[in-house]
């Protein structure tokens, strides 16, 4: 399984941007998927998460200015992200909960950059 992330850039405080992730490979279903990220010197953080049936929960920083959904029949998870903050540059990563004849994997994306000038 592979995951391509794209859509990171260089932005001003106050614009938005929209972060997508692909999914392929062999699978049998993709259930939950996922946008993690992480900040210089911080921790990786889960942003949003968007279950299989597109039930949605956002950490409270980013509650109200992105969206999390999924597209291309669940194989692309997409993040809107609007009113974007100079404490949300980061590098983002996307997450999917796979299965396979072998059982459960979480697969990780190699990362997009957003960086938020103020």
């Known amino acids: 399984v592979q995951l391509q992330a794209s859509g990171g850039g260089l932005v001003q405080a106050g614009e938005s941007l929209t972060l997508s992730c692909e999914v392929s490979?062999?699978?049998?279903?993709?259930?939950?998927m996922a946008w993690y990220r992480q900040a210089p010197g911080q921790q990786r953080e889960l942003v949003a998460r968007?279950?299989?049936?597109?039930?949605?929960n956002y950490a409270d920083s980013v509650k109200g200015r992105f969206t999390i959904s999924r597209a291309n029949l669940g194989h692309t998870v997409l993040l809107q992200m609007n009113d974007l903050k100079s404490e949300d540059t980061a590098v983002y990563y996307c997450?999917?909960?796979?299965?396979?004849?072998?059982?459960?994997?979480?697969?990780w994306g190699q990362g997009t950059l957003v960086t938020v000038s103020s």
């Open positions: 968007i279950t299989q049936t597109e039930n949605t």
């Open positions: 490979g062999s699978m049998l279903r993709i259930h939950d």
């Open positions: 997450a999917a909960q796979t299965v396979d004849s072998a059982g459960y994997s979480i697969d």
